[in-house]
Every structure is written in structure tokens, then in C-alpha cells.
């Protein structure tokens, strides 16, 4: 049964994408401001970009007008059937990486050292935004200003590190460095720099001004705030070099893969403008396939066979083996790449110069 309605979805999602209806792409209008009006849709979008952003979102698919099977690989494994008590149940699960990524989650241990980092934030947070002063001539719009910027540069510095594709190693040193000084070297969290350091000079954090029980837990709260970047600071500098782009195969798969992903889509992209440029001067899809680029050491291939292989192994081919293969799957979509940059070459060549 479960397999009769897979098979039924399939079917009716490669006949709505080979016999499309005859549809006009229209723009709603919208209210003052950008609002949308009566019946209008958010930011002046079309029925088409509304509808095609709905289905990458999803899916974790990009939608291409000519792509009927990279639609129904991406919507095998987007819902599962399941019989139940007479009925069929569907479930939406999320695929691995490929869909995650082009949902702009994030993955593996970027998305570890990003949760460990949010847990620093939500506790700091409510103990440095209660935290009293301990001297009395404390100015009280020092005091706000100095919170407001520790608290703004903590969450800036969360959200960087949950960047998608992986944070900028540059902004998160340079967010560190704000907060816990140029040198972030200290042996007691009292003698912090940076702005947490005018933190504890503003507010008078300083052991020889606890007086009281309520004293002694307000301190420790400045502490712990402390203690709770320095010690993300620390696994920060342990990870950080996992996640940088500086040609060490040593990373973190994750991170790579959402890279790869990137680079994939990319070159689908330039498959697709190279076929509207071709379009443009009159060197259509028909002729693409059948203008043949003959290689001194490589077997003949058609323009159109070419483009399409690219096209196939970019969006459908590539992710499937990465995603079921990991690693293995990355070494096998690298040979390939490197097969078709070969052909690629061979045939600007041939282009520029007449000769295999």
C-alpha cells in the first residue's frame, strides 16, 4: 500500500512538472510601506518566487523548471509513508546535511560548539543584566551603557558563531578581544580587561568591597559572567582552526559539506546562465545537442550532454552520494568534479582555438 502511493506522488509530481499548466507569473499588489494589501504578498513577491521558496524550504531543493527527477529524489526523502490502522500516515523528516544547509541551519560541531555557546549566553545573561554595584558612588548611566555593550557584543558573538557556512574566525577573535581584552590572559576572572573589565571598574567589582552575604553572591555573579566567555573563549581557541578556511584537510565535515553545498549550487548556476547565454545568440537546446566536441584522449560528447551531466551530477548525483557516504562520498564527488573540469577546459579551448 505504502508503496502504491509512493509510486501515485511520483507520478503526479513528474506529470505536473512535464505537462505544466499554462499559468501567468503575476505580482500582487501591496499595501503602503511594503505591507501587504488586500490579497497581496510580502515584499511585492510573485505567485512564482513565493511558490518556488516554499518548495526549497521544504524540500532543501532548488527549484529548476527542467529537474522532474532532482523534485522527486528530494521529495522521496522529504516525506515518509507509513500504513496505520487502515490509513496511510505521511511524515515530513528533515534530510541530513544537504537539506539542512540549504535551509541555512547549521551542522555537526559547528552546531555543538554553537550550542554550547548559546547555553554560556542564556545563563550570563540574567546575572549580568540583575548584577548591582558594590560601590556607592557608582554612576548609574555608566553602569547601563557598559552593560548594554557587554551584553550586545556576548550575542553578537553567539550569533557569529552560529553564522551559517561557519563563522568568520576574524570577527569572533575581534569579539573575544572586546570582551576580555587584546591580551585575554588572566589568572583570576577579578582582573578581566576589555569591557568586561570596565565592567568591574564601573560597578566596583572587586573582593575587598563584599560587606555582606547579598555582596558576596552579586560578586560571584560578575564572575561567573566572566568565566562563562573565558571559558568558551578557550574551547573557541582548542576548535577554531577545525573551522577556517586555510587548506588543512583536519576540518570539521559539517562545515565542509555546507561549503560544498554552496559550491555545488554554484556551478548549477553557471550551467544554467551559460544555457540562457547560449539561447540569447541563437545556439538553442537542440543545437546544443547535437554539436559534438571531439577530444584528442577523451570520447566525444555533445554540448547539450555535456551541460546536462553537469547539471544531473550538481543537483541530484553529488548531494545523494555525500549525504548517504560522508567522506567516501566527498573523494567520489571529487573525481568526478575533476573529470568535468577537464572536459571543460578541453572544450574552452577547443572554442578559443579550433583545436582538440
Not at 552546531?111 to 554595584?133: E, G, I, Q, T, W
Not at 546562465?273 to 547560449?278: H, I, K, S, V
Not at 572544450?347 to 583545436?355: F, L, N, V
Request: net charge negative; proline share 3%.
Amino acid at each position: 500500500m505504502a508503496n502504491r502511493d509512493i509510486d501515485r506522488i511520483t507520478e503526479a509530481a513528474q506529470d505536473a512538472i512535464t505537462y505544466p499548466i499554462l499559468t501567468k507569473e503575476v505580482t500582487l499588489p501591496s499595501g503602503r510601506d511594503g505591507a501587504v494589501g488586500a490579497g497581496g504578498l510580502p515584499g511585492g513577491q510573485s505567485l512564482t518566487q513565493v511558490a518556488q521558496n516554499t518548495i526549497r524550504g521544504l524540500l532543501g531543493w532548488r527549484y529548476r523548471v527542467d529537474d522532474s527527477k532532482g523534485f522527486v529524489t528530494a521529495l522521496t526523502k522529504a516525506v515518509q509513508l507509513k500504513e496505520a490502522e487502515g490509513y496511510i500516515e505521511w511524515t515530513w523528516q528533515t534530510r541530513p546535511f544537504m537539506a539542512q544547509a540549504d535551509m541555512g541551519d547549521i551542522t555537526g560541531a559547528q552546531a555543538s560548539l554553537y550550542s554550547r555557546a548559546k547555553v554560556a549566553l542564556d545563563n550570563a545573561l540574567p546575572l549580568l543584566n540583575n548584577m548591582k554595584p558594590l560601590r556607592a558612588d557608582a554612576d548609574s548611566e555608566g553602569m547601563a551603557s557598559i552593560t548594554a555593550m557587554v551584553r550586545s557584543g556576548f550575542n553578537q558573538l553567539v550569533e557569529e558563531i552560529g553564522l551559517f557556512g561557519g563563522p568568520r574566525i576574524q570577527r569572533v577573535d575581534e569579539y573575544f578581544s572586546q570582551l576580555l581584552g587584546a591580551k585575554k590572559q588572566f589568572k583570576k576572572p577579578e582582573n578581566v580587561q576589555g569591557m568586561l573589565g570596565i565592567l568591574r571598574g564601573r560597578f566596583g567589582m572587586q573582593r575587598g568591597r563584599v560587606l555582606s552575604v547579598d555582596d558576596e553572591q552579586n560578586f560571584t555573579n560578575f564572575i561567573i559572567v566572566v568565566d562563562y566567555i573565558n571559558s568558551l573563549y578557550l574551547t573557541w581557541q582548542e576548535q577554531k582552526e577545525f573551522l577556517s578556511r586555510n587548506g588543512s584537510p583536519d576540518k570539521f565535515l559539517g562545515t565542509q559539506l555546507v561549503w560544498l553545498s554552496q559550491a555545488l549550487a554554484v556551478i548549477g548556476e553557471a550551467v544554467q546562465e551559460f544555457q540562457d547565454a547560449a539561447d540569447s545568440v541563437f545556439f538553442g537546446s537542440d543545437e546544443r545537442q547535437v554539436a559534438v566536441l571531439h577530444f584528442a584522449h577523451h570520447e566525444p560528447i555533445t554540448v547539450g550532454e555535456l551541460m546536462d551531466w553537469i547539471t544531473q551530477f550538481t543537483s541530484v548525483e553529488a548531494p545523494q552520494l555525500i549525504e548517504d557516504s560522508g567522506k567516501d562520498g566527498v573523494v567520489a564527488v571529487a573525481q568526478t568534479l575533476n573529470r568535468l573540469h577537464i572536459l571543460l577546459e578541453l572544450a574552452t579551448h577547443q572554442s578559443r582555438h579550433g583545436k582538440p
